[in-house]
């Protein structure tokens, strides 16, 4: 059943979401093309107003190319969880809610076509700026020795301890994303127990648990590490980017004793907090939906 659930939900999200990426893909080719003709055209061959006029161009584009990749990145978000509040709250909720599916497996539907669209958005952009950007036979080399770097940490021909450093900030990402997801669920299931404006009600909660929890959890790490040492790994941003620096020299210094431990916390943290929301979205679902 979790098999249909996870094909009607990947047809109803995906048309949109491959259409907004694809247009983003096309934009990004005609400006790859556009780049390959002015560095392969020398500079005798342009008058000066062409050049001004090229130039004007390039800005132009960057600045719409820039707009559009947030513009697509806030857009996926915003229609996942749109699909979900109204797929499970909405007129077809009534639908939804009366399929022969128990409320776990409606949930992990929910979840994993989130997750595995979120994935999907961050690779495209990753993908668009790497296409417009750099050459393939210029970058090539270089980025299949940062994968065979990475995959020497990985596998701990680096040393243990960057080794483990690398394993519990990678760890420490996905739980913080699934974290973040099953929150993003509970919220909605929340804003649900409100009479009116339900969207107010899953916005204010969103918020107000994350914040709630963000004090709660910096407290911990001050009680538990003090002041002279404070590393928040739960920001994915930031472990995305530790993984980078590490895999880009083999020599490098990694977190001390201090600061795993706060690594594992976070992710113990993560995971504790995940499975609460995920409960409670399976409680509120099974035993106070309300749908008018």
């Not at 997750?115 to 050459?135: E, G, N, Q």
């Not at 760890?171 to 913080?176: A, C, R, S, Y």
């Not at 992710?267 to 099974?286: A, E, H, N, P, T």
Request: aromatic share 16%; charged share 10%; hydrophobic share 55%.
């Amino acid at each position: 059943m979790l098999k249909k659930l996870l094909k009607y939900e990947w047809k109803s999200v995906s048309v949109m979401l491959l259409l907004i990426h694809g247009i983003l893909l096309v934009y990004t080719l005609i400006g790859r093309i556009g780049l390959g003709i002015a560095v392969n055209t020398t500079g005798e061959s342009w008058g000066n107003s062409v050049a001004n006029l090229y130039g004007i161009s390039a800005g132009f584009y960057i600045l719409v190319y820039v707009l559009f990749m947030l513009a697509t990145a806030i857009a996926t978000f915003f229609y996942l969880a749109v699909r979900i509040q109204r797929s499970l709250f909405s007129d077809e909720g009534y639908l939804t809610h009366t399929l022969p599916v128990t409320p776990t497996l409606t949930i992990w539907s929910k979840f994993l076509i989130f997750w595995i669209w979120s994935v999907i958005d961050f690779a495209v952009l990753c993908f668009s700026i790497f296409v417009l950007l750099f050459s393939f036979q210029d970058t090539l080399p270089e980025f299949l020795n940062f994968v065979t770097e990475f995959l020497n940490v990985l596998a701990g021909y680096q040393g243990s301890e960057i080794h483990l450093t690398t394993v519990l900030m990678i760890l420490d990402f996905i739980v913080q994303s699934i974290y973040y997801t099953f929150l993003l669920i509970f919220s909605m299931c929340l804003g649900n127990l409100f009479s009116t404006h339900k969207v107010l009600g899953t916005i204010l909660s969103f918020f107000g648990i994350n914040i709630v929890l963000s004090v709660l959890q910096t407290l911990l790490y001050l009680g538990m590490f003090g002041t002279g040492l404070f590393v928040s790994s739960s920001s994915a941003a930031s472990s995305a980017s530790g993984v980078s620096m590490m895999v880009g020299t083999t020599s490098g210094s990694s977190l001390d004793t201090a600061g795993l431990a706060s690594m594992i916390v976070s992710i113990v943290w993560g995971l504790l907090f995940s499975v609460f929301y995920f409960l409670g979205s399976r409680y509120i679902l099974s035993r106070k939906l309300n749908l008018e």
